[in-house]
């Protein structure tokens, strides 16, 4: 079993020579369909198997046909990497599609969405909403009238 520190070093060791890979290495038609950047690395504790997770922005043919020229291309790499790093057994390796990027920019225009949202509704706060909503369900009731007016004025000096 490796160190953490090892495991460390050959995970930054195996990211930078796989971006090098995807820039300049490989020469199957389809990696280069959708613009594919290496995003993370998870190597086993016994440096036995390598999961490369990579972002790839296109369309969503072109993402799955650059992951089918990544799959076929596992065997090339796997001997790349076991030429320019040095280890006793070069890792098992497997191309995830890093989905994270994506799910950011939807969680990102969701709050733009709401903000905007938030700026089109009139300057009300939510205690003004239930004190007319207290006064609604009562009926105008003068009871009612004076428990809303009595929320307002302990509101107004806290």
């Known amino acids: 079993m490796a160190t953490d520190r090892r495991v460390a070093r050959v995970t930054e060791l195996i990211k930078?020579?796989?971006s090098q890979l995807l820039f300049s290495?490989?020469?199957?038609?389809?990696?280069?369909?959708?613009m594919v950047s290496v995003t993370h690395v998870e190597v086993a504790g016994d440096l036995?198997?390598?999961?490369?997770?990579?972002?790839?922005?296109?369309?969503?043919?072109?993402?799955?046909e650059?992951?089918?020229g990544l799959k076929s291309a596992t065997g090339f790499v796997r001997s790349e990497l076991?030429?320019?790093?040095?280890?006793?057994?070069?890792?098992?390796?497997?191309?995830?599609?890093?989905?994270?990027?994506e799910r950011g920019t939807k969680v990102l225009s969701l709050i733009n969405k709401?903000?905007?949202?938030?700026?089109?509704?009139?300057?009300?706060?939510?205690?003004?909403?239930?004190v007319e909503k207290a006064v609604d369900d009562d009926d105008n009731d003068e009871e009612g009238l004076a428990d809303a007016e009595d929320l307002v004025s302990a509101e107004e000096e806290s």
């Open 16 to 18: 930078r020579e796989v």
């Open 25 to 34: 290495g490989i020469k199957d038609d389809r990696v280069g369909m959708g």
């Open 48 to 64: 036995q198997h390598a999961k490369i997770y990579v972002s790839i922005y296109g369309t969503d043919e072109a993402k799955a």
């Open 66 to 68: 650059t992951m089918a």
């Open 82 to 101: 076991g030429q320019r790093i040095r280890l006793r057994r070069t890792p098992e390796v497997v191309f995830i599609e890093d989905l994270s990027i």
């Open 114 to 130: 709401l903000s905007q949202e938030r700026k089109d509704i009139p300057e009300s706060s939510g205690d003004r909403w239930s």
